[in-house]
């Protein structure tokens, strides 16, 4: 199973994107969905995480500008990014946790430039 991940790139700070992973294959049931990142230099640190049932989790500095969402028909999981600062440079790496086993995307690009 591979998840792929979509929609990186190099924008203005300020400006928006929004995220997309999929999965190769169906992955049902999907316990939870989730992004994380990593910044040159930095540890991986979880963004959100969208749990089976509709509900998100978000970590501390990313509430209010991004918001996570998935679909678990689709094993896909997506994340609108808005107000984005230089310091969200990073790449972001998607998830797909199972009862079984965790998934994880390749990652993609997000470059903000000030």
């Known amino acids: 199973v591979q998840l792929q991940a979509s929609g990186g790139g190099l924008v203005q700070a300020g400006e928006s994107l929004k995220l997309s992973c999929v999965a190769s294959?169906?992955?049902?049931?999907?316990?939870?969905m989730a992004w994380s990142r990593q910044a040159p230099g930095k540890q991986r640190e979880l963004v959100a995480r969208?749990?089976?049932?509709?509900?998100?989790i978000y970590a501390g500095p990313f509430k209010g500008r991004f918001t996570i969402s998935g679909d678990d028909a689709k094993s896909a999981v997506y994340l609108q990014m808005n107000s984005l600062k230089s310091e969200d440079t990073a790449v972001y790496y998607c998830?797909?946790?199972?009862?079984?086993?965790?998934?994880w995307g390749q990652g993609t690009q997000v470059t903000v430039s000030s």
């Open positions: 998830s797909i946790n199972t009862h079984s086993r965790d998934y």
């Open positions: 294959r169906s992955l049902l049931p999907v316990a939870a």
């Open positions: 969208w749990l089976s049932g509709g509900s998100a």
